[in-house]
């Protein structure tokens, strides 16, 4: 049985950062690929980035990319999003999310269609 817990969001001001946690208790963290989704009012779930099972490798949506960086500490058991240059247009629920590592064998990691777990969601809020 997995279940992930974002850590608390929070109200940022445009150009400001954030870190989001996202604890994962199980088993056999090092077997999951690790990811993120945000879902903003109105709009789609946006897949907006993800980190392999063993950490070496990393995917951003271009909405993110530059600006936010996936980590994971497979010791902790935890993942990460550092947010940077925070804009207005990211504000969203964002959710963490775990894929088993046998079906990113044939599913790419990259893709929402491999996770399986879904934490419960954190708000973020930026200000203009």
């Known amino acids: 049985q997995v279940k992930l817990v974002e850590s608390e969001g929070g109200l940022v001001q445009a150009g400001g950062s954030l870190t989001l946690s996202c604890a994962f208790s199980?088993?056999?963290?090092?077997?999951?690929?690790m990811g993120w989704s945000r879902q903003a009012p109105g709009k789609e779930r946006e897949f907006v980035a993800a980190v392999s099972w063993s950490g070496d490798h990393t995917y951003y949506g271009d909405s993110v990319k530059g600006r936010f960086t996936i980590s994971r500490d497979n010791i902790k058991n935890t993942e990460y999003l550092q947010m940077n240059n925070l804009k207005p247009e990211d504000t969203a629920v964002y959710y963490c999310?775990?894929?088993?590592?046998?079906?990113?064998?044939?599913?790419?990691?990259?893709?929402?269609?491999?996770?399986?777990?879904w934490g419960q969601g954190t708000q973020v809020t930026v200000s203009s």
């Open positions: 999310a775990a894929a088993p590592v046998m079906k990113s064998y044939t599913v790419p990691y990259y893709s929402s269609r491999a996770y399986d777990y």
């Open positions: 199980g088993t056999n963290f090092n077997s999951y690929a």
